[in-house]
C-alpha cells in the first residue's frame, strides 16, 4: 500500500492520491534516464512515472469501478480507431507533462514563483510519502522524494499560473452576440419503453397516427391553444428549452426550425427526425436569464482561448524531444495502480486528483480541464 498524507499534498495543489495499491510487475526503471527535453530542461523517467501513475490509479479505481467485470488489463488493452486505450491516455499525459514544464519555464514572465510555505509544505509531503512507504511499493511508481518535490513544484506552479495567463481578455458581450431563445417542444417518440427497460420500435400504422397527432397538436397550438393542455391530451409533456443557432444539445432540426420562427407565439410544422416527431412554439426571443448565462460562457472561452494559445506560442517556440524507448517503459497493462482508502483516510482525506494538475490543454484551442483552483498553501 502506498499512502500520502493530505495536508502538505493539497496545499501544494497537487491534489496526490492518498493511498495506492500495486498489482503485477512491470521491471525496475531508472529513474534518472531522461524521458524528454523541454527546451533546456531534462525530464527524468522519475518524474514522468510518478505523474503518469498517480494518473493511472485514479483512472483504475474510479473507472473500473463503473465497468462491471472488466479488469484493468481489458481496460487499457481496448482499442478505439486503431489505438489502444493506454497508448491514447499516455499521449494525453505526455503532452500535460510538457505542459508543466512549459508553464513552470514562463512563470517568472509573470512573476510567479514558489514561496517559502509552498517549498516547505511540498518538502514535507515529499519526505512522509518517502517514510510511510516500502522500497517496494516506491519503485513502482517513482514514488522517491526528489521525483514527488519536482512534480508538486510543478503542479504548483501550473495551478498559480492558470488564472494569470487567463487574465486580461475582453469582458464585454453584447446581448446580440450571446442571445439565447426559448422554446416550448413537444416530442413524440418513434420507440416505446416497457417497465424492465426493453425498447420497441413502432409499427408504420403506429407511426402515421403518431405523425397525425402530431399535425393535429400544431395546427391547435397555431390556432391559439395552449400547448401544455393538448400535449396532456396526446399523452406527452411539453418542454421547455433555451437555445440559440449553434445549440447542440437537442435535435439538429429541432434547433433549426425553432430558429426559423420570427415572431413569439410562431409554432413550426411537424418535425420529422429519425428518432421522432416534434413540434415547437417559440416564446422568447431573448432569454434573460439564457442569455447572461451565455455571456459568462463566453468570456469563459476567451480565458481558456487565450491560456490555450499562450500553451500552442511556447510550445511552437521551445524545441521539445522525447525518448519514446523510455516512456514506453511505464506500462500500464502489466503494473497496475489503485486507489485504497482505509476507514480514516475516507473521512480525513480526499482521494481524487485536483482538475488542476491534469492539465488536458492541446494546443489546438481546445478547452482544458485544468480548474484553477485555489493556490492558499495553508491545510
Known amino acids: 500500500m502506498m499512502r500520502l498524507r493530505k495536508g502538505a499534498a493539497l496545499?501544494?495543489?497537487?491534489?496526490?492520491?492518498?493511498?495506492?495499491?500495486?498489482?503485477?510487475?512491470?521491471?525496475?526503471?531508472?529513474?534518472?534516464?531522461?524521458?524528454?527535453?523541454?527546451?533546456?530542461?531534462?525530464?527524468?523517467?522519475?518524474?514522468?512515472?510518478?505523474?503518469?501513475?498517480?494518473?493511472?490509479?485514479?483512472?483504475?479505481?474510479?473507472?473500473?469501478?463503473?465497468?462491471?467485470?472488466?479488469?484493468?488489463?481489458?481496460?487499457?488493452?481496448?482499442?478505439?480507431?486503431?489505438?489502444?486505450?493506454?497508448?491514447?491516455?499516455?499521449?494525453?499525459?505526455?503532452?500535460?507533462?510538457?505542459?508543466?514544464?512549459?508553464?513552470?519555464?514562463?512563470?517568472?514572465?509573470?512573476?510567479?514563483?514558489?514561496?517559502?510555505?509552498?517549498?516547505?509544505?511540498?518538502?514535507?509531503?515529499?519526505?512522509?510519502?518517502?517514510?510511510?512507504?516500502?522500497?517496494?511499493?516506491?519503485?513502482?511508481?517513482s514514488g522517491y522524494k526528489k521525483d514527488i518535490e519536482k512534480y508538486l513544484e510543478l503542479a504548483t506552479i501550473q495551478n498559480k499560473m492558470y488564472s494569470v495567463m487567463r487574465e486580461g481578455v475582453d469582458e464585454e458581450v453584447s446581448d446580440e452576440e450571446a442571445a439565447q431563445k426559448a422554446m416550448n417542444y413537444v416530442f413524440f417518440s418513434y420507440t416505446t419503453t416497457d417497465d424492465s427497460g426493453n425498447t420497441t420500435e413502432l409499427s408504420e400504422d403506429e407511426k402515421t397516427a403518431l405523425k397525425t397527432a402530431a399535425q393535429n397538436l400544431s395546427e391547435r397550438v397555431k390556432a391559439g391553444e395552449d400547448m401544455a393542455d393538448v400535449a396532456e391530451e396526446s399523452s406527452t409533456t411539453a418542454q421547455e428549452a433555451t437555445f440559440d443557432s449553434e445549440s447542440t444539445t437537442y435535435d439538429t432540426d429541432l434547433i433549426a426550425a425553432a430558429d426559423a420562427l420570427a415572431e413569439v407565439g410562431d409554432v413550426t410544422d411537424v418535425i420529422e427526425t429519425d428518432s421522432g416527431l416534434y413540434v415547437a412554439q417559440l416564446t422568447s426571443l431573448l432569454d434573460r436569464d439564457a442569455t447572461d448565462t451565455k455571456k459568462e460562457e463566453i468570456v469563459e472561452e476567451r480565458r481558456q482561448d487565450q491560456y490555450n494559445s499562450l500553451l500552442e506560442e511556447w510550445r511552437d517556440a521551445t524545441e521539445i524531444d522525447v525518448d519514446e524507448k523510455a516512456w514506453d517503459k511505464i506500462d500500464f497493462i502489466d503494473q497496475g495502480v489503485t486507489i485504497t482508502t482505509t476507514e480514516e483516510d475516507t473521512s480525513t482525506d480526499e482521494s481524487t486528483t485536483d482538475n488542476s494538475t491534469t492539465d488536458n490543454s492541446t494546443t489546438d484551442g481546445s478547452s482544458s480541464t485544468d480548474s484553477g483552483t485555489s493556490d492558499d498553501t495553508s491545510e
Do not use: P
Request: hydrophobic share 40%.
Open 11 to 141: 496545499a501544494a495543489a497537487a491534489g496526490v492520491l492518498a493511498a495506492m495499491s500495486v498489482t503485477g510487475c512491470s521491471g525496475s526503471l531508472d529513474t534518472e534516464a531522461v524521458v524528454m527535453t523541454v527546451g533546456d530542461e531534462e525530464v527524468t523517467l522519475g518524474v514522468a512515472n510518478f505523474y503518469a501513475r498517480m494518473t493511472q490509479a485514479q483512472y483504475e479505481t474510479y473507472y473500473l469501478s463503473m465497468m462491471s467485470g472488466m479488469t484493468a488489463e481489458d481496460m487499457w488493452s481496448q482499442e478505439y480507431e486503431g489505438e489502444t486505450t493506454e497508448k491514447t491516455t499516455k499521449d494525453g499525459l505526455l503532452e500535460s507533462l510538457q505542459n508543466m514544464y512549459l508553464i513552470s519555464q514562463h512563470a517568472g514572465d509573470y512573476d510567479i514563483s514558489l514561496t517559502e510555505e509552498e517549498e516547505e509544505a511540498i518538502s514535507e509531503a515529499a519526505a512522509q510519502f518517502d517514510a510511510d512507504n516500502t522500497e517496494e511499493a516506491k519503485e513502482v511508481v
